[in-house]
């Protein structure tokens, strides 16, 4: 039987050697402090102790009614804006001129009062705002919402206490809700849910799947020798790496086509963008998170550091790339974080394809970025690999 004392001072000493080694590995020391104090402070700051509020969205009113009334609601819905850092509204001319602000991204949404309000409520009929929504951000969309229904119910509530104590004689129903509002989407013919987070998760897919191939492919050539043959035949190391890099660009773009497949005909969800538009996409954000994993992997001498560096990055993109929660709804300093990080444009480029149905002249922006983001990453990324393996 084996002496217990003996065990337990054997691995305690296993355990020192374990403590000593990770000591001295300077990288992976300096990120496991560093992801811990990241994580708690990225969360502490995106669920404060107040409720979470969004700052200066902006917002389209169209007035179509010139009556007393319509001019009533407008000057109310001015007023809570302008005492209120949610949300700017921004005059837009008509309806039309309102979902192509939406479909832009110039304004999150619109409040509509039809040319018929005044009208309405003078014939003691029930009058009705409008809310435009964007249904590709339901968590800014829930939040428009919510904030513009509150203040029509309070003019409604307060139009029928007026009513009530002038004596005027009304049906009860118009007296309960003489002011109703209606929720729009800019696209027409529904769908399920999943259709707006969908191609959030596609873009995630893509993400952790990128960051990752090129450095576990190495390490794999490493593991079975086959690297070192490779480093040994007349081809460069700028072609090793590049091949690496296009044969996990190619399976990504295959599981991502699966998993589009796998979405409409399991669960529904209505694709109505170009889906050659839609691969371009995959392959940009593709190629950008490529770059940042080759980075990650050859900063890192050991496979522990470089899963720390990964991991750090993968953290703050999942939760700070406007899939779990509106970047407008986030503190002002993680909307910048977000404005770096590719994965933000990869969703929202995703977002509008595959919801919206916009073509590239609306996307230009985030392809734009999603371009300067690969090339930057890539060029940085193949020299130090090269550098890394003549070591």
Known sequence: ????????????????????????????????????????????????????TVHDVPVGLVVEDNGLYAQNVTDVFRMACSNSSMFNLVNVSSTDQARDKIFSGEIKGAVIIPSNFTDSLLSL???????????????????????FT???????????KEMIESGMHVNSSFVLQPITVGVEGIVSGGGSSFDFVAPGFIALTVMMSGLTAVGAAITRERELGTLDGFLMCPISRTSIILGKMISRTTRNLLQSAIIICLA??????????????????????????????????VAAKEQESAQLILGLLQFP???????????????????????????????????????????????????????????????????????????
Not at 125 to 147: C, E, H, M, R
Not at 150 to 160: E, K, N, P
Not at 333 to 360: C, D, E, H
Request: hydrophobic letters at 55%; a positive charge.
């Open 1 to 52: 039987m084996r002496n217990p004392i003996k065990v337990l001072t054997n691995s305690l000493t296993i355990a020192w050697k374990d403590l000593v080694e990770f000591k001295r590995t300077r990288i992976a020391l300096v990120f496991s402090f560093i992801f811990p104090l990241m994580i708690i402070a990225m969360f502490g700051y995106m669920f404060p102790g107040s409720a979470n």
């Open 125 to 147: 009929n029930q009058a009705k705002t409008v809310i435009l929504t964007d249904p590709s951000n339901p968590g800014l969309t829930a939040a428009i919402t919510q904030y």
């Open 150 to 160: 509150g203040i029509t119910r309070a003019i409604s509530d307060q139009f029928a």
């Open 264 to 297: 409409i005909y399991l669960f529904n969800v209505h694709v109505r963008g170009n889906p050659v538009l839609i691969a371009l996409v995959l392959l940009l954000g593709t190629l950008s998170f490529l770059g940042l994993g080759i980075i990650a992997t």
């Open 317 to 391: 993109m999942m939760f700070l790339c406007g899939l779990l929660f509106p970047i407008e709804q986030m503190p002002v300093p993680l909307q910048w974080v977000s404005k770096v990080l590719p994965l933000t444009y990869a969703v929202n480029a995703l977002r509008k394809v595959m919801i919206l149905g916009v073509g590239i002249g609306g996307i230009i922006f985030e392809l734009t970025i999603l371009v300067i983001l690969g090339l930057v990453t890539i060029a940085l990324g193949v020299p130090l690999f090269d550098r890394a393996v003549r070591k």
